[in-house]
């Protein structure tokens, strides 16, 4: 089955940035639409953004955004290290969660639906405090 671990979490102050990565070992990420998703204290989880297979093996796939992330989190693969990035700068206190990365396993493409995704990683806590 695959495993999922998120690495890269930590306290920042607002305005700073962190750099999340999702790694999987014995099964190639690049099989999967990888989301990423966070879940503050008393809400609930949410997407954060995603991105779909890279058909052409080159570094790209389809990528997808929350509107509060839009221009601030950028989410990029590494084949050759068989890892998903998400690049997460001007943070804000509303960013602080633990954030999880997820792999769809019925089609190379994302979706909105959070049921969609089959595996989860443990979560890694991002903290802004305000």
């Known amino acids: 089955q695959l495993q999922l671990v998120e690495s890269g979490g930590g306290l920042v102050q607002p305005g700073g940035s962190l750099r999340l990565s999702c790694t999987a070992s014995r099964f190639t990420l690049n099989l999967y639409a990888i989301g990423w998703f966070r879940q503050a204290p008393g809400k609930d989880r949410e997407g954060v953004s995603c991105i779909s297979v890279d058909m052409e093996g080159n570094g790209g796939g389809t990528t997808t955004y929350a509107d509060s992330v839009k221009g601030r989190y950028t989410i990029s693969r590494d084949n050759d290290k068989n890892t998903v990035s998400l690049q997460m700068n001007s943070l804000k206190p509303e960013d602080t969660g633990v954030y999880f990365c997820?792999?769809?396993?019925?089609?190379?493409?994302?979706?909105?639906?959070?049921?969609?995704?089959?595996?989860w990683g443990q979560g890694t806590q991002v903290t802004v405090p305000s």
């Open positions: 997820a792999a769809r396993r019925s089609n190379y493409y994302c979706s909105s639906d959070i049921a969609e995704f089959d595996y």
